[in-house]
């Protein structure tokens, strides 16, 4: 049967044939402005670039980049979504952004620094987690 090849893969890497396949497909679409709505949740962090009908023109998630896992809710995997999502909103001509947040996972913030490092403006950030005003429902009494 012969040798068995072992193939070892650096988990904390974004798969390279996956970001290239994701940079391969470009919109036709020329867009100046846009909507980002970043869904960031303990385990996965998906971002939607819109237009201002509300329209999704591309998206991502770090799923989708071959984070596998635990992590796929970390910051460095939101980030490495958000700069690929960057380079492709800057090919399609995107100049300036409106940015929702929603979830509490800890992508939230990493996405948009990286949305900002690639060259890209925020006009408004608006988050719109779900906050319940309720609250759990109480214990029952204790029977003695």
Sequence with gaps: MGKKR???KDGTSVDKNKASRSL??????????GT????????NTSVNLTDEKGNSVMWSSSGSLG???AKKG?????????????????????KDIDVVLSGVGAGREAAVRAF?????????????TPVPFNGPRPRKPRRV
Excluded: M
Excluded at 36 to 43: A, F
Excluded at 79 to 94: F, H, N, P, R
């Design 6 to 8: 072992v193939v070892k």
């Design 24 to 33: 391969a497909r470009s919109t036709k679409k020329r867009l100046d402005h």
């Design 36 to 43: 980002l709505y970043i869904i960031s949740t303990y385990n």
């Design 67 to 69: 984070f596998k896992g």
């Design 74 to 94: 970390t910051p460095f995997a939101a980030g490495k979504v958000a700069e690929l999502l960057a380079e492709k909103a800057i090919g399609s001509g995107i």
């Design 116 to 128: 900002i490092s690639k060259g890209i403006s925020l006009s408004s950030v608006r988050d719109i």
